[in-house]
């Protein structure tokens, strides 16, 4: 019994899916650095190896872009995107619970707490949503909002486009 309950366990643990054990359960954003374990100008490689291999690749997109969700074929996660062959942007998928920046700034929360968090933030309209800007020197941060909510965060290169 005791090695039938063991070979169940092993079998198991080799199955799981990497990306739902690698995926932050609550990623930190660090204005202008990184969102969830990734930095801008990462490699493909180190991606993979910080947050696995179990990602869906869209097909849709204009840039290679991963998609590493919680849960198989659900909303909530985290988005790559790469330009030859470099992180370009790094954007959290909808509203994953439990992630926050690094001054405190928690998803869920109202948008005016990212304005005491981070001066120079510039509020831009998205059509349905807003994002509140933050430039800096190589990077850009972005709080969105929806319904004066705090709905998601990105980090991306400067010249990538703010509104998704």
Request: with cysteine.
């Amino acid at each position: 019994m005791k090695r039938a309950l063991i070979a169940v366990l092993v079998v198991v643990a080799v199955a799981a899916p990497s990306a739902v054990a690698k995926l932050p359960l609550h990623g930190t954003l660090v204005a202008g650095r990184s969102l969830g374990g990734v930095a801008l100008g990462a490699t493909a490689a180190r991606v993979r190896s910080s947050l696995g291999r179990g990602f869906g690749v869209c097909d849709g997109c204009a840039e290679t872009t991963w998609y590493y969700n919680y849960v198989k074929f659900s909303q909530p996660g985290l988005a790559v995107q790469f330009r030859s062959g470099r992180v370009d942007a790094v954007y959290t998928l909808w509203q994953p619970q439990g992630w926050r920046s690094d001054r405190g700034v928690r998803l869920g929360q109202p948008a005016t707490t990212a304005f005491t968090a981070y001066h120079g933030l510039v509020s831009r309209a998205c059509g349905g949503y807003s994002a509140l800007v933050l430039s800096g020197r190589g990077a850009t941060t972005i709080f969105y909002v929806v319904d004066d909510k705090l709905w998601g965060f990105a980090l991306q290169r400067p010249q990538v486009g703010v509104c998704r």
